[in-house]
Nanobody, 125 residues
Framework: QVQLVESGGGLAQPGGSLRLSCAAS????????MSWARQAPGKGLEWVSG????????VYADSVKGRFTISRDNAKNRLYLQMNSLKPEDTALYYC??????????????????WGQGTQVTVAS
């Protein structure tokens, strides 16, 4: 049974940092690409970043490039998102998603078959 459990969200001030974590289980984590997406209140799902199976290929949305860093630890079956220089517009429910193959595509392309329940990030002073 595939499970993706996000954690690490919370309240941060503008300019602050948070680190999200996604614990994966029920599938061979090291052979699948993974990604982060977010959904702000009243808005659609926005792709944030993706990483291929071994971490050698990484892509970001323009809205987070230079501020967010995606990474993975295949030994621990964990996906991470380090978020720095947070802005109020980063406020959203953040989801960890599993892709159906090992490749990552720019712009969030590709297919996803599982995602977690999400972790809330709120950026406010």
């Amino acid at each position: 049974q595939v499970q993706l459990v996000e954690s690490g969200g919370g309240l941060a001030q503008p300019g602050g940092s948070l680190r999200l974590s996604c614990a994966a289980s029920g599938f061979p984590f090291n052979i699948y690409a993974m990604s982060w997406a977010r959904q702000a209140p009243g808005k659609g799902l926005e792709w944030v970043s993706g990483i291929n199976d071994d971490g050698s290929d990484i892509v970001y949305a323009d809205s987070v490039k230079g501020r967010f860093t995606i990474s993975r630890d295949n030994a621990k079956n964990r996906l991470y998102l380090q978020m720095n220089s947070l802005k109020p517009e980063d406020t959203a429910l953040y989801y960890c998603r599993k892709m159906i193959d090992h490749r990552v595509r720019a712009g969030g392309g590709g297919e996803y078959d599982y995602w977690g329940q999400g972790t809330q990030v709120t950026v406010a002073s």
